[in-house]
């Protein structure tokens, strides 16, 4: 697909996310009818009606395109695709049921194992974020429109970090270290991706190994506006895996943190 193609994919998925965070933010207010999963996760309905949301439309803009969604995934059958969809209608159900901000909506489009279309909804920060393709990386927030590049905005001689937990391992801590990380501050979510692209933040380190729909829109989002994307010992990887399972996580804004 050429750059116009995945812009048309990408901004004809911009209303339908803004109507599933609506819709999110609705039935969060209403009372959230919880279920659990078989793994033993917990999934609300809005999970499921922003699921649904989402998938008519990705199905309506790329027919022939396969969508692989964290609430409908069958996990005993091997994924056999390198370019499909890849949904995670809210990631931080637990922070969405207790009934914080923190939580995201969740669509990437992988391209031959590459995450290169992203959008992801925060609904209750009134933000949207998308993009398509390199340089192509975009924040929607109080009507304007704003093209992302990471570039710093955290005060000089800061590095400014986030973890998956209050209290990261010893690895971690000793990661953070070693790119002269100042501060840092807990984020699980997908936003995560986001304020790296925007430049609020440097850093993302986390030895949890997410599932590909937790990663693929964030991560095609702050690759896009100039992050680096990689393992923690610093290796690229691609989609397309057999379980669904990424590696470690490493985010940097840029090669160079203190700029």
């Known amino acids: ?10 901004e004809g998925l911009i209303e339908t996310t803004e109507l599933a965070g609506a819709k999110s933010i609705e039935l969060q207010k209403k009372g959230l009818k919880i279920t659990t999963k078989p793994d033993g996760s917990p999934v609300s309905n809005g999970d499921l009606e922003v699921n649904m949301l989402l998938t008519k439309k990705i199905e309506k803009l790329t027919p022939s395109i396969p969508v692989v969604s964290e609430e409908t995934v069958d996990l005993k059958k091997k994924n056999t695709f390198s370019t499909y969809w890849l949904i995670d209608p809210i990631d931080g159900t637990k922070e969405y049921i207790a009934g914080k901000d923190d939580y995201t909506l969740n669509a990437g489009l992988i391209i031959n194992k590459i995450p290169v279309v992203g ?7 009134n933000k ?6 390199k340089n192509n990386s975009f924040m929607n927030y109080k009507n304007n429109t704003v093209k992302l590049n990471c570039k710093k905005k955290t ?12 209290n990261p391992s010893k690895d971690i801590l000793n990661k953070l270290k070693e790119f002269g990380v100042t501060s840092y501050k807990k984020l699980s979510c997908s936003y995560k991706y986001c304020v790296i692209a925007t430049g609020e933040f440097d850093l993302y380190a986390d030895k949890v190994k997410a599932n590909e729909w937790d990663d693929a829109a964030g991560q095609a989002i702050a690759e896009n506006a100039g992050a680096i994307v990689t393992t923690l010992d610093g290796k690229f990887f691609k989609y397309g895996k057999e379980n669904y399972r990424n590696p470690t996580i490493l985010i940097k804004r840029s090669n160079n943190l203190d700029a």
């Open 1 to 10: 697909m050429n750059t116009d193609e995945l812009k048309k994919i990408a």
């Open 119 to 125: 959008i992801i909804g925060v609904p209750k920060k």
């Open 128 to 133: 949207l974020f998308y993009s398509y393709g």
């Open 155 to 166: 005060p000089n001689k800061e590095i400014r970090a986030l973890t998956n937990e209050l």
